[in-house]
């Protein structure tokens, strides 16, 4: 039959202020997620002050009960947060009660199901201090960019392309763009990830490759709230671009919407497990990529790629970019845009101004 992967997060307490996940919390989740006799396998991982839940299971996806799983999980560890105190206990735990399906209520989620290969390699990389859009570009250079992925020129089994569903998160709208054909078009959304995202990437034949925690902004208490750091779960090898083309667009940061109080761009600096702990400003961004080898749904794994020294000189520019954009303190680009920042004095001061504006 075939296999689920769910990756659900969410931070439910940072430790200390934004900066990473209490032990304590950690040790909850994994006690919580070994109860369930409908997991296969489980692996529990932070990134950040995000939670990061990793299971395996036969429900298929938008399963009631395994979301329901994630959500009483993260509401143990909000117990835990609260008994020590830590930071934005319960933040990402949007509802007062799990009706469902965790989507909209606050966690990020990512799932896909496929029948399990002769060998099935899967990486899931997470991010902290950043948006979903984070993942359009090095989702466009794995399954698009010839220059990153050698196997769309010159593996039979790749040669024909991938489809990209994209959102658009204001709207509420999807659409499937074909590449290489529809490259250009593709481009003109996806170059624009604060409101286009990539969803998932499928083969040609239909086949899911990877899939993303892109979903739906929520309008809280009359604002987006869009920036939950993302999770993504990519399928490799065989005929979809192999672990290390799907490592290679990190080797080179790009500049992703969060950073500090989810106002500002800077590098998405990818790192191991133990160095996900963004401190300067709050920062840099982060993303960690784990391995696994699924072996009838047990997660053979982790292997935790960006602990490699391949990617030191990647994490040397994202400094280097992360000290010259500081460096613009709060003027633009460094500072989002005024729609995109996550917290606005502007109608404040406006306010306080209004006499003092005249006509130019
Ligand atoms: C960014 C983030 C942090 C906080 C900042 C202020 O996504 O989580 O940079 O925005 O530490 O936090 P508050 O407003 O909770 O004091
Ligand atoms: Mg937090
Ligand atoms: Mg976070």
Redesign the pocket.
């Known amino acids: 039959g075939k296999i689920t992967v769910t990756v659900i997060k969410a931070d439910v307490g940072g430790f200390v ?2 900066s990473s996940v209490h032990e304590e919390l950690l040790a909850t989740a994994r006690e919580q997620l070994a109860k369930s006799p409908l997991l296969v396998d489980f692996h529990v991982t932070h990134v950040g ?1 995000d939670i990061n839940l990793i299971m395996t299971h036969r429900q298929g996806v938008d399963s009631e009960e395994i979301h329901k799983l994630a959500w009483d999980t993260f509401v143990a560890c909000t117990e835990v947060a609260k008994k020590l105190k830590l ?2 206990a319960g933040q990402d735990l949007l509802a007062d009660a799990f009706s469902g399906n965790v989507k909209g209520l606050g966690p990020g989620i990512a799932e896909m199901e496929f029948f399990e290969r002769t060998s099935e390699p899967i990486i899931v990389f997470a991010a902290d ?1 950043t948006e979903p859009g984070a993942w359009n570009l090095p989702l466009y250079k794995m399954f698009a960019d010839p220059f990153n992925t050698i196997g769309l020129v010159i593996d039979p089994k790749m040669h024909e392309g991938f489809k990209f569903e994209v959102l658009d998160l204001l709207e509420n709208k999807k659409i499937i763009f074909n590449t290489p054909e529809d490259l250009y078009d593709l481009l003109v959304f996806i170059g624009a990830p604060g409101r286009y995202c990539i969803k998932s990437v499928y083969t040609k034949a239909g086949e899911i490759a990877a899939t993303s925690s892109t979903q739906r902004l929520n309008l809280m208490a009359g604002r987006y709230i869009g ?1 939950d750091d993302p999770v993504l779960i990519v399928r490799c090898q065989s005929g979809l671009p192999a672990v290390g083309e799907a490592l290679e667009p990190f080797a080179r940061p790009h500049l992703v919407s ?5 106002s500002h761009s800077g590098p998405l600096m990818p790192v191991s497990v133990a160095d996900a702990t963004p401190s300067r400003f ?1 920062g840099p961004p982060r993303v960690i990529a784990l391995g696994f080898q699924l072996a009838d749904g047990k997660l053979i794994g982790p292997q935790d790629f960006f602990a490699d020294k391949a990617y030191d000189r990647a994490r040397e520019m994202a400094l280097m970019i992360a000290d010259y954009m500081r460096s613009l303190g709060p003027f633009e680009p460094h500072r989002l845009h005024l729609e995109e920042m ?1 917290y606005t004095t502007l109608p404040l001061v406006l306010e306080k101004l209004k006499d003092r504006f005249v006509k130019a």
């Open positions: 202020g934004h002050d930071y934005g201090k920036k969060g950073w500090m109080r989810g709050d996550e």
